[in-house]
């Protein structure tokens, strides 16, 4: 299962605030797609995802201050 975060217009670090309760509720193998626009969290989601052993399966810049990342939980 794919599930969708949207924390565009957060401030750091509430779009890392909100993954973590987002994929603390799903199952193993599920994916989140994290959408964001926070620079800070270009660094800290990754950094989350791989000290917590989450695979990041996708990380792409969408714009010219946004980005979106998808990690699997694991």
Known sequence: MKQVLET???VCPFPLVE??????GMDN??????????TQ???AIPQWAAEN???????DRTGDA???IT???A
Do not use: M, Q
Not at 31 to 37: A, G, P, R, Y
Not at 53 to 59: D, E, L, R, S
């Open 8 to 10: 565009n217009g957060l």
């Open 19 to 24: 993954a973590k309760d987002a994929i603390g």
């Open 29 to 38: 193998g599920d994916e989140l797609v994290i959408n964001f626009d926070c």
């Open 41 to 43: 969290a270009t660094e």
């Open 53 to 59: 052993g989450y695979p990041v399966t996708h990380f």
């Open 66 to 68: 946004s980005w979106t």
């Open 71 to 73: 990690v699997r939980k």
